[in-house]
Each structure stands twice: as C-alpha cells, then as structure tokens.
C-alpha cells in the first residue's frame, strides 16, 4: 500500500508528519492455510460439475423435446390417413341417407367421429408448434427451419443397458453437491484452526518524515 500526504500542520501532530509512506504484508504461516487451498478446489470442482449438470440437462431436455416432435409428427400422418377415411365415411352415409337406406343419426355420429379428428389434428399442430419453439430456444436457431427427421433418431439401447450404464457413477449434480459440501466442510475445519492457533506474517514499511512544516 502507499499513503502520501503533506502540508503545514498547527498545534500538536496526532500523527508522524509523514510526506509519503510505502506498506506491504503478506502472510507467511497460518495453519488453516492448506484447508482454504483445499476448499477453494473443491469449491472450482463443484462449480464446474454444477456447469456439466446443467449443459447435461439441456442435452436431455433437447433429446426429450426432438423425440416428442418426432411422435407428434408420426401421429399427425396416421390422424390425416383416419381423417380422410372419416370424411369419406361422412359421404357414404349421406349418399345412403340420401338413398333413404340410412338414418340421420348415422350421419351426425360419422360427421362428429370427422370432427374428433379434425380437432385432435389442430391440437397436435398446436404441439408441435410449441415444441419447436421450445427447441429453437435450447439450440438457438429459428423454428421455422425444424422438424423431426426419423432417419436421425439412432435405435435405443434395451433397458437393461440403459440402467448399467447410469449405475457406473454418480450424476454431475450429486458429485457437485459433494464437492460443495466437501469446500464447506474445509471451510468450516481451517476456521476453527484459525481461530485457535497463531499465525506468522511478513510486514515492511518504508515512510519518509519531514518534521519543517510543524512548530513541535
């Protein structure tokens, strides 16, 4: 550190009549010294597994989000196919009511089946919109140019694979709240070493003192 000061002084000095005075300190030996260390690193390790956690996360949540559009977009082919069986299922029973060979219940029942579908479509359309959306907004691109390519999607591995691969370690957010309470735990052991055992530091001073522009 450095301190400058100078001018005329009257009365009694409180103080050295110092022009300018240069300070350093820095520690030599503290016995908590090496836990502060060690929970320094254990608190960079559980940022940087609270960092894998989260991009894992959104690995996951772009995975899950493509899979669902990739359903939606399967079922909406299927729900034309139903829909365009049920609008000619609507002409044939109007064509034999027509004919006197059917009810007009038949028909509304056909026309009612027709708009059960029409409506699913419009809420599977409305999904797919959103989950596109969705989608843009983890990977940061536009959502008109995303849709779900099925030749993409590799075959899932059976579920027996699947668990023996999760079972081999722990999550990045388990590890992150270990190394977190582990940088705590250093913490709070150097604290209790501080407070009870003495430490060793380094001081240097170098002042210049000038006693003219005071009368004492």
């Known amino acids: 550190g450095a301190d400058v000061g100078y001018g005329k002084g009257f009365g009694v000095p409180t103080s050295l009549p110092t022009v300018f005075s240069l300070s350093s300190q820095s520690l030599v030996f503290n016995f908590s010294q090496h836990d502060n260390i060690r929970a320094a690193a254990s608190g960079l390790a559980s ?9 894992e996360q959104v690995e996951e949540d772009v995975v899950v989000t ?3 559009m990739d359903s939606d977009d399967r079922a909406l082919a299927v729900m034309a196919q139903e829909h365009g069986a ?3 299922l609507v002409t044939i029973v109007q064509d ?3 004919a006197g060979q059917d009810d007009r219940m038949s028909l509304l029942r056909a026309q009612r089946a027709a708009k059960q579908i029409e409506l699913n479509q419009l809420n599977l359309q409305d999904e797919i919109g959103m989950l596109s959306d969705h989608l843009s907004r983890l990977i940061g691109l536009p959502d008109d140019r ?10 899932l ?3 027996p694979v699947a668990a023996d691969s999760e079972n081999e370690s722990a999550s990045a957010g388990v590890r ?3 190394a977190s309470a582990r940088s705590k735990q250093e913490l709070a052991f150097g604290e209790s070493r501080y407070r009870l055992r003495p430490q060793m530091s380094f001081g240097f001073n170098y002042s210049r003192i000038d ?3 005071n009368d004492y």
Do not use: C, F, H
Not at 47 to 55: G, I, N, P, S
Not at 146 to 155: D, E, R
């Open 157 to 159: 591995p059976s579920v």
């Open 211 to 213: 006693k003219g522009q």
């Open 47 to 55: 940022a940087k597994l609270a960092l894998k956690d989260m991009r």
């Open 66 to 68: 493509y899979l669902n």
């Open 146 to 155: 995303l849709m779900a390519v099925p030749g993409s999607i590799p075959t």
């Open 176 to 178: 992150a709240a270990e």
């Open 86 to 88: 049920a609008t000619r």
């Open 96 to 98: 034999r009511l027509d």
